[in-house]
């Protein structure tokens, strides 16, 4: 490759110091880009533009491709992690059997005794849905 590469900087090297020095070849190469300068500018963004569309796309694809793979790796793993903190969970029946304190023990700061307030019991859920399954008349 470095051999290349030298070859390569030995050539262009040598073109340009030819159109420098070279009154024929400075000639003909500004008849050459005169004459077709659009074109060649036309061809050569054309060229770019497909280059960058088509590079584009292929990462793109790899993204979608590398997602894919990864949720099909991942998903069991979280899904059994997930499993194991709902299971650890208590469930709603666990819930309402825990007593809640009716009144808090009153503080020899405050000044006022505390309001009562008081908070509707809790509904359970089969008897929820026995009234929707019930007809309406």
């Known amino acids: 490759m470095?051999?290349?590469?030298?070859?390569i900087g030995?050539?262009?090297y040598w073109i340009v110091s030819e159109y420098f020095f070279n009154a024929y070849f400075h000639d003909y190469v500004d008849q050459l880009f005169g004459?077709?300068?659009t074109t060649?500018?036309?061809?050569?963004?054309?060229?770019?533009?497909?280059?960058g569309s088509a590079i584009a796309a292929a990462l793109y694809r790899n993204?979608?491709?590398?997602?894919?793979?990864?949720?099909?790796?991942?998903?069991?793993?979280?899904?059994?992690a997930v499993e194991k903190i709902l299971s650890s969970l208590p469930t709603v029946e666990e819930l309402q059997r825990v007593s809640v304190p009716k009144a808090l023990p009153s503080s020899p700061v405050a000044s006022s005794p505390p309001s009562q307030v008081t908070s509707p019991a809790p509904v359970s859920l089969e008897k929820e849905e026995q009234k929707l399954d019930a007809p309406k008349s």
């Not at 060649?40 to 280059?51: E, K, N, V």
């Open 63 to 80: 993204l979608q491709h590398a997602k894919s793979r990864l949720e099909t790796i991942g998903a069991p793993r979280i899904r059994g």
């Open 35 to 37: 004459a077709h300068g």
């Open 10 to 12: 030995f050539l262009a």
């Open 2 to 7: 470095m051999v290349e590469a030298g070859v």
């Open 40 to 51: 060649l500018t036309a061809a050569l963004s054309l060229g770019i533009g497909l280059a």
